[in-house]
């Protein structure tokens, strides 16, 4: 599966399970993109997707203090997925991004400068 099929699919599927509404309602409210309002409710969202791959960052976390590799790898896939949602829903390239942040990482020092 390629990178931007991933995403299609993810993001297709979260806005059948309704994780979109929000964002389609800010999308048909009365205030336009130029306003202030429009920018706090459109971060607010944004907040919410990212805490999403949080939370499965956090139970991948907990898969591994139990041991469980298996559902550490599914949480994996989980972080993954959400992450190609919310690339999908905010029209977000991800696979241009990743090369672009790989190039970049090729010329930072040895850990970044940092002792760990």
């Known amino acids: 599966?390629?990178?931007?099929?991933l995403i299609k699919d993810a993001h297709k599927?979260?806005?059948k399970?309704?994780?979109w509404e929000e964002w389609d309602q800010?999308?048909?409210?009365?205030?336009?993109?130029?306003?202030?309002?429009?920018?706090?409710?459109?971060?607010k969202i944004k907040s919410?997707?990212?805490?999403?791959?949080?939370?499965?960052?956090?139970?991948?976390?907990?898969a591994l203090r139990k041991g469980d590799i298996d559902n550490f790898k599914e949480e994996l896939a989980d972080i993954a997925i959400r992450l190609?949602?919310?690339?999908?829903g905010l029209e977000i390239d991800l696979e241009y991004e990743i090369k672009k942040k790989?190039?970049?990482?090729k010329l930072r020092p040895y850990k970044h400068g940092k002792a760990f």
């Open 1 to 5: 599966m390629e990178i931007n099929d």
């Open 13 to 15: 599927n979260a806005v």
């Open 17 to 19: 399970h309704g994780f």
């Open 26 to 43: 800010l999308k048909d409210a009365e205030f336009t993109q130029e306003d202030e309002c429009w920018d706090n409710e459109e971060n």
């Open 48 to 62: 919410n997707l990212l805490m999403l791959i949080v939370c499965e960052a956090a139970e991948a976390n907990e």
């Open 84 to 88: 190609a949602d919310m690339c999908g």
């Open 102 to 105: 790989m190039e970049k990482n």
